[in-house]
């Protein structure tokens, strides 16, 4: 009998390895993602990691700390100072001021539709893997909000509100720097902007005139504005490839971007292609903010382009200065890319603070 | 000691029950299909981007900055007609290093095949009957204006013009549209890479090689001061390309 025991210790721990922890854990109310329709037809689902499921209490409580000032050093300054609502969660200026009056030398990006920025590289530069990783930075940029974590850990924790906030969406009223991007994060893919006239034209409910349907053929004929290969179609309603090119901006390259982060040279001059909605809430565009209409940014790719080493291949007619459209193409092309706004997003009171 | 005989059989028989099955005679097979690229010969990664190093049929100087194309069907066919076309289309993407192995989820028969070959491209039925979210995410699919439907490869670089500028390419393929007149007429571009007869006694991997410089070459001599972009809408063109392609691939060798 005595024999057995070993056997029966091994039968033990296995059985036991095989058990349920019947450990009553905090569960905050799920809410997945709302997918529209036009998305849920022509592209793939968005990003959400495993490890950061979409909540009511972690969104409620990203919204709160988007919109408080409590994560900059003075208390001055929120996300929405220069991510404001009303432009697209971008900014009007052309370089943000941070708390301490310095710019950087980028403009605010807009945020809309990023969980379906499916290789996840943010910022102008792709500098950053992750919309959690992503708002790490601006909190302790010194061009921004030039805060500490840890400062910014322990006046969350000391607030009145935050630990029960971050009790209810985490299970866990200590506060952490992980957790606040977390909440913020979740938030942030709530922004889902997919209700231009456009896309009720897509879908039936709307109809273009004849200035905005021959706007749409510029932007789709490779003859003429050749836009789709770089800025989505009506088969990718993201507007956006998501990817980094050279768009002829400078035949002299000073800001390095995509090539800063990724020391390869042929990187050089590489930026992020943006999303061609809500133009009408996002001037100036560009990284750089150079433009300050519509007007100016489709006379660049007409008439303006300059060749550098890394142009892309796509920019065509270089020589030329560009794709030389018509007076009419041009205004009309401006026509349809207006259509591509949204004024139910930037209404939308889930997205404000109220 | 007794006790020790017991727990060395127990663990003998644990580690046994791990090993893999690969002696096994199998009568289904998986068949992998992996993409190699060269230029005539010299073998082209993604390392070997952004830099003007390849000199085409025509002479022009030219590099890649961008390369990917789609292949479908993948069909095994039998000495008595019978057809195994697997599942799935592949987007190899040599620019970011992906999607250079292709395994269908559908497996085949082992057995003996007269001929084994996969289209390069769509035909008119994948092209036009279905709408593939993923292409879309990745804005491969072609303007209406042109007939819809997809790309079939993006392939572009820059290249030294008659002026010695640098100028950038893109030898885009997609179905041949011809828009001048009053209704489109098209012509098909896609075709079949025959790799020719194949016996089955594994789990198989195809060795297929792309020359890139081919498509430059044959029939033919591809003048890039002439023909450098917006070629999707190039009626011509799009049969030159079709016409350049038919040698591009071979069949390196079969692993099983």
């Not at chain 1, 036009?38 to 990203?62: C, M």
């Not at chain 1, 349907?213 to 990718?236: A, I, P, Q, R, Y």
């Not at chain 2, 075709?191 to 194949?198: C, K, P, R, T, W």
């Amino acid at each position: 009998m005595l024999k057995c025991v070993p056997y029966y210790i091994l039968l033990f721990f296995i059985c036991v390895s095989c058990s349920n922890k019947n450990v009553d854990t905090y569960v905050p109310t799920s809410s997945p993602l709302k997918i529209p329709q036009l998305f849920q037809d022509n592209i793939l689902s968005p990003v959400v990691p495993t490890n950061n499921p979409q909540t009511i209490e972690g969104i409620a409580l990203g919204k709160k700390l988007f919109f408080d000032p409590i994560l900059s050093a003075d208390n001055t300054q929120a996300c929405a100072d220069c991510h404001a609502p009303e432009n697209a969660f971008s900014d009007t200026d052309r370089f943000s001021d941070g708390i301490d009056g310095f710019f950087s030398n980028r403009n605010a990006m807009p945020l809309f539709n990023l969980a379906w920025n499916y290789d996840e590289k943010f910022f102008w530069d792709g500098r950053v893997f992750s919309l959690e990783h992503q708002a790490f930075q601006p909190v302790t940029d010194p061009l921004e909000m030039h805060n500490t974590w840890m400062q910014v850990e322990q006046k969350l924790q000391q607030n009145s509100e935050y630990p029960n906030l971050f009790e209810q969406a985490f299970g866990t009223s200590t506060i952490d720097s992980s957790l606040v991007t977390k909440a913020i994060a979740q938030f942030e893919r709530t922004l889902i902007s997919s209700n231009s006239k456009f896309d009720k034209h897509l879908l039936g409910e709307a109809t273009l005139t004849s200035e905005e349907l021959n706007g749409f053929n510029v932007f789709m004929d490779e003859t003429k504005g050749d836009c789709f290969h770089c800025h989505g179609s009506d088969k990718n309603p993201l507007w956006t490839d998501n990817m980094f090119h050279n768009n002829g901006l400078d035949a002299t390259i000073t800001d390095l971007g995509l090539g800063e982060i990724t020391g390869d040279p042929a990187d050089n001059g590489k930026f992020k292609s943006p999303s061609l909605r809500n133009l009408t809430f996002t001037a100036p565009y560009m990284h750089d903010g150079r433009f300050a209409t519509i007007d100016e940014v489709i006379n660049h790719y007409s008439e303006g382009l300059q060749n550098s080493p890394t142009i892309d291949p796509l920019m065509k007619k270089v020589a030329q200065g560009g794709v030389q459209l018509s007076a009419q193409d041009k205004a009309d092309l401006k026509a349809f890319l207006l259509t591509l706004s949204d004024y139910e997003f930037i209404n939308n009171s889930d997205f404000k603070n109220l | 000691m007794q006790r020790i005989v017991h727990i060395l059989i127990f663990s003998l028989i644990t580690l046994l029950s791990c090993t893999s099955d690969n002696d096994d005679t199998i009568s289904q097979a998986n068949a992998t299909f992996n993409f190699s690229h060269n230029w005539d010969a010299s073998a082209v990664t993604n390392t070997d981007f952004n830099t003007i190093q390849y000199t085409n049929a025509n002479g022009e100087q030219l590099s890649i900055t961008k390369l990917r194309y789609l292949i479908s069907s993948i069909t095994f066919q039998k000495s008595d007609g019978e057809i195994f076309i697997l599942d799935g289309y592949n987007l190899v993407d040599v620019t970011n290093n992906t999607n250079l192995s292709f395994t269908p989820i559908t497996t085949i028969p082992t057995g003996s095949y007269s001929k084994v070959s996969f289209t390069f491209g769509f035909n008119n039925d994948a092209n036009y009957n279905g709408n593939y979210s993923d292409l879309n995410s990745t804005s491969w699919s072609v303007p209406a204006m042109l007939g819809g439907g997809y790309h079939f490869m993006q392939l572009e670089g820059k290249f030294i013009d008659n002026t010695t500028t640098e100028t950038g390419y893109a030898y885009h393929t997609i179905r041949a549209v011809d828009n001048s007149g009053t209704t489109q007429e098209f012509e098909d571009t896609f075709f079949e890479v025959d790799l020719g007869a194949v016996t089955i006694t594994n789990n198989a991997v195809f060795e297929i090689d792309m020359n890139i410089a081919e498509w430059f070459k044959n029939p033919n001599a591809w003048d890039l001061n002439v023909l450098n972009n917006t070629l999707m809408p190039n009626f011509n063109a799009q049969i030159l390309m079709f016409e350049n392609g038919q040698n591009v691939f071979s069949l390196n060798t079969i692993n099983q």
